[in-house]
């Protein structure tokens, strides 16, 4: 089974700084999806970023863009410019590219934007 | 663009008695989850169904059932509520194919408290 690790519980980073968030996981599988999800206090799950895990580019959304490191099995998020709308609880998580496979989900990082 | 449609928000339930989540999707994807989050955790997956017809458990099953009738509809039912179904409950849909094959969105969630 695969498992997602998040080893940071919080962060904080001052307004209009870079912040990079770490997520690990772990398969053996060679086809993949991942994904960072946002959820503010309000509860809602809102897609960042996802990877596909054949792609070698690194994802970028506006000032959201990943590291992934498939051998190392790594894919962090950074986040550039933070604003105080960033504050919220970022999930990374995996998915099989079978298609019918659930999301894991790693334990969460709380991120808190210092104004 | 509705997405994905959750009722109730917002649910308190004495111990013992019964009640079904409603979720629908508009995209006509084939892909439905109902995932469950306990305070300060991650997201754990109570049963997914890959089409009409089709429901399997997922790693939290135990005081839930579903169905699938139509591919638009996937209500959680829990029969006998305990303290510890007290939970957000979150919907979610996908596909496969396409530049968002793959992508799992979310419903905005149902707060539910079992007194």
């Known amino acids: 089974a695969q498992t997602v690790t998040q080893s940071q519980p919080e962060m904080s980073v001052q307004e209009a700084e870079t912040v990079t968030l770490s997520c690990t996981y772990d398969?053996?599988?060679?086809?993949?999806?991942l994904f960072w999800y946002k959820q503010p206090p309000s509860r809602q799950m809102i897609l960042v970023i996802r990877q596909e895990a054949y792609k070698q580019q690194n994802a970028t959304e506006n000032r959201f863009s990943v590291n992934f490191q498939k051998a190392a099995k790594s894919f962090s998020l950074k986040i550039s410019d933070s604003q105080l709308g960033d504050a919220a609880m970022y999930f990374c998580?995996?998915?099989?590219?079978?298609?019918?496979?659930?999301?894991?989900f790693g334990t969460g990082t709380r991120l808190t934007i210092i104004p | 663009n509705a997405g994905v449609t959750q009722t109730p928000k917002f649910r308190i339930l004495k111990i013992g008695q019964s009640m079904t989540l409603q979720c629908a999707q508009d995209m006509n994807h084939n892909y439905m989850y109902w995932y469950r989050q306990d305070p300060g955790m991650g997201l754990k997956l109570i049963y997914y169904?890959?089409?009409?017809?089709?429901?399997d458990k997922g790693e939290v099953p135990n005081g839930y059932n579903v169905s699938r009738s139509t591919t638009e509809d996937f209500p959680l039912r829990l029969e006998l509520a305990a303290p510890s179904q007290t939970s957000v409950y979150f919907c979610?849909?996908?596909?496969?194919?396409?530049?968002?094959?793959?992508?799992?969105?979310f419903g905005e969630g149902s707060w539910l408290t079992v007194v």
């Open positions: 998580a995996y998915r099989s590219s079978g298609g019918n496979e659930k999301l894991t």
């Open positions: 169904s890959v089409g009409a017809g089709i429901t």
């Open positions: 979610a849909s996908s596909t496969t194919g396409g530049a968002l094959g793959n992508t799992i969105y």
């Open positions: 398969t053996s599988e060679s086809d993949y999806y």
